[in-house]
């Protein structure tokens, strides 16, 4: 009996754990000037493609209430050479 408690209990927080990392997936808000953002804890940045020009990029973040948002803003890409 302690060994089936043992294992539900492992499955319980294993679940809770994956629960955790995957963020449920949000609707995208492209940045305009002058956004207000509460940004808490960054999740993942998407990595900007390689062209020389201004290049979408994601930021995946949680603000202070627990949410989970997907931030859309223009960087240079990271095909430029001097």
Do not use: R, W
Request: net charge negative; with cysteine; proline share 4%.
């Amino acid at each position: 009996m302690s060994k089936f408690l043992f294992l539900a209990m492992s499955l319980t927080a294993s679940a809770a754990a994956f629960a955790q990392e995957a963020p449920a997936t949000s609707e995208v808000v492209h940045y305009t000037y002058g956004m207000h953002l509460d940004i808490a804890h960054v999740v993942k940045v998407t990595t900007a493609a390689n062209v020389c020009a201004p290049t979408p990029v994601q930021m995946t973040y949680k603000d202070s209430q627990g949410g989970v948002h997907v931030l859309e803003y223009d960087v240079m890409g990271e095909g430029c050479t001097n």
